[in-house]
């Protein structure tokens, strides 16, 4: 509670499941001790990496609402799913320990990023793209994902998009990811 929100009383060792519900979309990033319930990366840095100290996203990290419902279970890195449960605090047991070998959280966190304005008419982005040959002028929906922008990238300058990685001031923006997540 140190950094505020709420406390929930979870049973130990018993299976829950979370609903999302909302008239408004909304992409939800889920952590379950540091560990990202969708794509089963940690936020924390592995033992593995040292100096590691930015979280990036390989894939998709977060859920839609409300076209998803709910979330019962962790996605591992390799696509496997375990249940949510909360093992006792400090028994080794957690999702964190098991893929980062650390036990410093005992918590879920969800990072809520709201669709701008109005969902039935998404904001319209301007974005100018620096690059060989010259620089492209690209409008998208702040609702079109990286992915797209690279088709539209790869449809105006035949850039491949395998071939293309897109950077903002906050880095590199990730495949999957819609440009309203990453406030433009």
């Given at each position: ?19 999302f519900t909302s008239v408004q979309k909304f992409a939800v990033r889920v952590w379950v001790g540091g560990v ?149």
């Amino acid at each position: 509670m140190a950094k505020g929100g709420v406390f929930i009383p979870i049973r130990q060792h018993e299976a829950m499941w979370i609903k999302f519900t909302s008239v408004q979309k909304f992409a939800v990033r889920v952590w379950v001790g540091g560990v990202n319930a969708v794509s089963g990366e940690s936020k924390t840095p592995a033992l593995s990496e040292p100096g590691l100290n930015q979280y990036i996203p390989k894939s998709q990290d977060y859920i839609v609402v409300p076209q998803q419902q709910w979330l019962n279970g962790i996605a591992d890195e390799e696509g496997r799913v375990s249940q949510l449960v909360a093992p006792p605090v400090g028994s080794g047991y957690s999702i964190e320990r098991q893929i980062t070998g650390l036990n410093t959280a005992a918590d879920i966190v969800f990072e809520i990023y709201p669709s701008f304005g109005d969902t039935a008419n998404p904001r319209m982005l301007e974005l100018l793209i620096l690059g060989p040959p010259t620089p492209t002028r690209l409008i998208a929906h702040e609702d079109t994902t990286i992915e797209e922008v690279k088709e539209m990238i790869r449809d105006i300058e035949g850039t491949l998009c395998d071939e293309q990685q897109l950077f903002s001031w906050q880095g590199v923006l990730e495949d999957g990811m819609p440009l309203m997540i990453y406030d433009l």
